[in-house]
């Protein structure tokens, strides 16, 4: 087939730029189409009979084939499922790259013919037909594209075709178990990996063939053909698999690292300002209904982005009772403990970019300060204000004193938790101020 | 080259699983599992496998074969609750007296109480709590985040450690999967390799992410990349939890409708972790809920099973094996002694969603024999 279509210079004119100088003269579908079987079945067949003969497969062949002999007597029905959607879109893939010669144009070609085929069996198929058919479709149409692309980025795919390496399989990778796979031969294929059984990613092949309760075909002659076709990949599948494992990991590993990156974020966003700023029932309510708003149109309406909102860098705060210490003269209060409520405040800060902690943190509320005194109210107005150290924050108010006249008072409002707890590093200031985290 | 393994994802529900311990030097450090749940789900799919593999025609060790990663997210809610404890009891410096902007004593004490809940191990309070949390957008996505940077870790191992990787999430683990997951893989361009399986036990994913028809659920359905290959729900009609919503995705995929579908399930099997089961109303009523009940469902087992080890043709010869097997089925005597329990509670129950409590009775009717 290769060598048909490489010496004739055949192509078809597949809709993409080819340069002109090879370009080559439209080979009828046909004709490529009785190639494309013929190529894939010698190939795939003797795979699997030399891998079944050596028993490197161990069981996963032999079953196979049990089930297979078994299903197709002729007092069985044949059965299908869904399965054979992965079988076949894998297959196809197979076929494609025991197929790719030196030619980019060739490999487009023979995918051009594979997708015409599927095309044309998929004309008034039944839905689970349409199914297989549909996503073989998909797939090949990916294939056309990095072909095109010449295997410039991975894209939709997990495979490339680099028309400069004339590589087909896995970007950068040092070692191509897929192109060892095709070119080596059934022999050293199955010797390279003798230990190993990886399985297929279309699972049980079996289970296309025999399982329970799936659509019945009663044509049995031509899901018998098919099934045939089929088996003969399943040598090749654990080589595809294998092939494809690296490229998943690099796949997901962007996805870990942000993931990562968010979840240390939200921790922050939560969390990062000391455990007396942990966001309180209705803060969530309100800051979460905000964040929801923040997103954008598409988010909100069901499209789902590359990658999540990530968290903001601001909150509101609000109803958030706090307990601060007055340092200095508390003049005429009954301690130097106050209570801080934040009424309504702003609060914002930036994340660092190697911890994802909280940094520069500036804010200011509005706030009701409870400070309890014989002869004046318990409440006054004031401010606080957060400062980027340690959960620090300066409240001021003024309650009317003794002598009628209004007496500043400084508070700082700090994370006891961060501060005064066990063993934390203010621990000290608790037992001088009287607090009760003071234990001893 | 180490021997890859299929990873299966065990994603928890509701509930503490770990906390956090301070040390003599006052840093507090988070345990996971310190309830030993996960060893107990770990060891309840041992148990299972070592029963399933023999009809399904393996020799080899649970270990050769998986290796169960525990997926968590439970420290993020017992934060919340430790930092709402911490700030409650701050406020008790102030003194009892404490009254703002007009809010009585009464309303104060409340809020202060609610806030430290959490200090009770109240199973079932907490387990709701938990479920609010979730519902508070940026703890959601906090969840999500946390949730796919331990899955993320897993999926960067294939080829190393893992082949292959599959979910097995209970209760609020499958409304987590199912948020969490599409919301990270579901708009990439170059979609990661999905799951072999989902594995959804008690599926709250309906009642708490809303509609089914929306894309996020698409990506659930089984299918290409980043789709799982199968899709298995487990529901008993027993199990309240998963029957106020039922999970009712209203997928094409001929592999879910024909394969994946395990609800009707009414026997109740203890399992091998549970061994005084049932001794009240209560635990006769939470049991169907159980992780443990739900591995030992002769059909979710022989489906689950079955697929996992590629040998789904051999699942009749696993649902068989595993019925014969699985460990203190509920015997005619004890259900005739729940029965009038389960009546009078029925009877003192209150009103509820008239559909739901028509399945329940309906279900409670079929399964003490009418």
């Known amino acids: 087939m290769r060598s048909l279509l490489s010496a004739a210079g055949l192509g078809l004119v597949l809709g993409f730029c080819v340069d002109s100088a090879n370009a080559v003269t439209p080979k009828p579908p046909s004709e490529i189409r009785a190639g494309l079987k013929e190529t894939i079945s010698a190939a795939i067949g003797e795979c699997a009979a030399a891998a079944v003969k050596e028993g490197a497969l161990g069981s996963t062949a032999n079953d196979l084939i049990d089930r297979f002999d078994n299903l197709t007597g002729d007092e069985e029905p044949c059965r299908w499922t869904g399965n054979e959607s992965k079988v076949a879109e894998n297959s196809q893939l197979v076929a494609t790259a025991l197929n790719a010669d030196s030619s980019g144009v060739e490999l487009a070609q023979l995918i051009a013919a594979a997708r015409e085929v599927v095309e044309e069996q998929s004309f008034g198929c039944e839905k689970w037909e349409c199914d297989v058919a549909n996503t073989l479709k998909a797939r090949l149409d990916d294939l056309l594209i990095y072909v095109r692309d010449g295997g410039s980025s991975l894209g939709r795919s997990r495979f490339v075709f680099n028309t400069d390496t004339k590589i087909f399989g896995i970007e950068g990778e040092e070692i191509d178990p897929l192109l060892v796979a095709m070119r080596a031969g059934p022999d050293t294929l199955y010797k390279a990996w003798p230990a190993r059984r990886f399985t297929t990613p279309v699972g049980n092949l079996g289970d296309a063939l025999t399982a329970n309760g799936a659509p019945l075909n009663t044509n049995c002659a031509p899901c018998r053909d098919r099934a045939r076709e089929l088996l003969r990949y399943v040598p090749v599948f654990d080589v595809v698999n294998l092939a494809t494992l690296p490229v998943s990991s690099k796949v997901w590993e962007p996805i870990r690292v942000e993931a990562a990156r968010h979840a240390a974020r939200w921790e922050a966003y939560h969390f990062g300002g000391g455990s007396a700023r942990t966001p309180l029932p209705w803060e969530l309510i309100i800051n979460g209904w905000i964040y929801q708003q923040s997103k954008p149109k598409a988010d909100r309406e069901g499209r789902i982005p590359e990658t999540p909102t990530a968290p903001p860098s601001w909150a509101l705060v609000v109803g958030h009772p706090s307990v601060g210490i007055v340092p200095f003269d508390s003049k005429g209060a009954e301690s130097n403990v106050v209570g801080v409520v934040e009424v309504l405040g702003y609060t914002s800060w930036s994340y660092d970019d190697v911890t994802n902690k909280r940094k520069d943190e500036w804010g200011v509320s509005l706030a009701g300060v409870y400070s309890p005194r014989e002869e004046a109210e318990d409440w006054a107005p004031g401010v606080l204000v957060r400062l980027p150290f340690q959960g620090l924050n300066v409240v001021w108010s003024q309650f009317e004193g003794a002598n009628g006249e209004d007496d500043d008072l400084v508070a700082l409002s700090i994370d006891p938790g961060k501060l005064f707890g066990e063993g934390g590093a203010g621990s000290g200031l608790a037992c001088i101020f009287g607090l009760p985290m003071c234990k001893n | ?370």
């Open chain 2, 1 to 370: 080259m180490p021997k890859l393994k299929h990873a299966l994802l065990l994603v928890h529900g509701a509930g503490r699983y770990g906390k956090f311990e301070v040390d003599s030097k006052g840093n507090k450090t988070w345990k996971p599992d310190t309830k030993g749940w996960f060893a107990s789900a770990t060891k309840t799919l041992e148990a299972v496998f070592d029963i399933a593999k023999a009809p399904a025609g393996k020799t080899e060790a649970f270990g050769d074969l998986f290796e169960v990663v525990e997926i968590s997210y439970d420290r993020i809610f017992e934060q919340f609750r430790q930092d709402w404890i911490s700030q409650a009891k701050q406020w008790e410096v102030l003194g009892p007296e404490l009254k703002f902007l007009g809010l009585d004593q009464k309303t104060i004490q409340s809020v202060r109480k609610f806030l430290k809940s959490g200090e009770e191990d109240n199973f079932g309070w907490n387990n709701v709590l938990d479920v609010v949390l979730y519902m508070a957008p940026t703890v959601r996505a906090q969840v999500n985040a946390e949730v796919m940077k331990q899955v993320g870790a897993v999926g960067s191992a294939l080829g190393k450690k893992y082949s292959k990787w599959s979910f097995i999430a209970h209760s609020l683990g499958t409304a987590v999967i199912h948020d969490a997951y599409p919301s990270w893989v579901g708009g990439r361009s170059v979609p990661p390799q999905g799951p072999q399986i989902v594995c959804s036990l008690s599926n709250l994913s309906r009642l708490l992410n809303g509609k089914t028809s929306g894309p996020h659920n698409k990506v659930m359905q089984p299918g290409q990349d980043p789709n799982p290959q199968s899709y298995i729900e487990g529901r008993h009609d027993l199990d309240f939890i998963a029957q106020i919503l039922p999970f009712e995705p209203g997928w094409d995929s001929s592999i879910y409708s024909l394969y994946s579908r395990c609800v009707g399930l009414n026997d109740l099997y203890p399992g091998d972790t549970l061994n005084d089961w049932p001794k009240t109303v209560l635990d006769a009523l939470s049991l169907p809920h159980e992780f443990s009940h739900y591995m030992y469902q002769p059909e979710v087992a022989a489906r689950l099973w079955s697929n996992l080890l590629g040998k789904t043709t051999r699942r009749a010869e696993i649902r068989a094996a595993v019925e014969k097997s699985a460990p203190g089925k509920i015997e005619d005597a004890l259900r005739n002694s729940l029965k009038a329990e389960v009546e009078k509670a029925l009877k003192n129950l209150p009103a509820a969603d008239k559909i739901v409590e028509s399945k329940i009775i309906q279900a409670l009717t079929d399964f003490f024999g009418g």
